[in-house]
T-cell receptor, first 111, second 114 residues
Framework: DAGVTQSPTHLIKTRGQQVTLRCSPK?????VSWYQQALGQGPQFIFQYYEEEERQRGNFPDRFSGHQFPNYSSELNVNALLLGDSALYLC??????????FGPGTRLTVT | DAKTTQPNSMESNEEEPVHLPCNHSTISGTDYIHWYRQLPSQGPEYVIHGLTSNVNNRMASLAIAEDRKSSTLILHRATLRDAAVYYCILSLLRGTSGTYKYIFGTGTRLKVLA
């Protein structure tokens, strides 16, 4: 049984560009959450998707948006990239339980 | 949102018990307490969670204070593979859909000495 998978593993973008990160949840899971983890910090909650809708959102600007597809996979989009957006982006999935399974993350570097 | 406070780092000798403390004085009645750990270059890994009562599983034990304002993760016999950053997390249940979010602190970096 595959766990949570994320793509790409690493990504380098330039300031002002847009990026899309992808996440496939663990088999049977229907809820996907996204987190941003800056170097040396704990993960920060961005938003959560369930039934293809954004259900909760953390303190992130509208430049951060997402989508959930009927197969429960999800995308995180970031527009107008800033240097400060450089971080590890983590996806976590769950099934109506409090145990979230995290993927390995996508390392985004903005230059 | 309720926050957690943990020591930045701790050290333990191999095969000895480790007690990792966490303060969450502003926790509300519906907030669960979770512990995750993160090894280098990996995503966080679930360790244990609880609401009010102490909990045990194959990885660890979770001791929750009676007033729920603090908790302690107990690793009974630390091994070198337990060296990681340990996060104490509150999951905040909100909304009619039953969705929730995790609030991470900065975590405790555990060093295990051989």
């Amino acid at each position: 049984d595959a766990g949570v998978t994320q793509s790409p593993t690493h990504l380098i973008k330039t300031r002002g560009q847009q990026v899309t990160l992808r996440c496939s949840p663990k088999s049977g899971h229907d809820t996907v959450s996204w987190y941003q983890q800056a170097l040396g910090q704990g993960p920060q909650f961005i938003f959560q998707y369930y039934e293809e809708e954004e259900r909760q959102r953390g303190n992130f600007p509208d430049r951060f948006s997402g989508h959930q597809f009927p197969n429960y996979s999800s995308e995180l989009n970031v527009n107008a990239l800033l240097l400060g957006d450089s971080a590890l982006y983590l996806c976590a999935s769950s099934l109506w339980s409090y145990e979230q399974y995290f993927g390995p993350g996508t390392r985004l570097t903005v230059t | 949102d309720a926050k957690t406070t943990q020591p930045n780092s701790m050290e333990s000798n191999e095969e000895e018990p480790v007690h990792l403390p966490c303060n969450h004085s502003t926790i509300s009645g519906t907030d669960y307490i979770h512990w995750y750990r993160q090894l280098p270059s990996q995503g966080p890994e679930y360790v244990i969670h609880g609401l009010t009562s102490n909990v045990n599983n194959r990885m660890a034990s979770l001791a929750i204070a009676e007033d729920r304002k603090s908790s302690t993760l107990i690793l009974h016999r630390a091994t070198l593979r337990d060296a990681a950053v340990y996060y104490c997390i509150l999951s905040l249940l909100r909304g009619t859909s039953g969705t929730y979010k995790y609030i991470f602190g900065t975590g405790t970096r555990l060093k295990v000495l051989a």
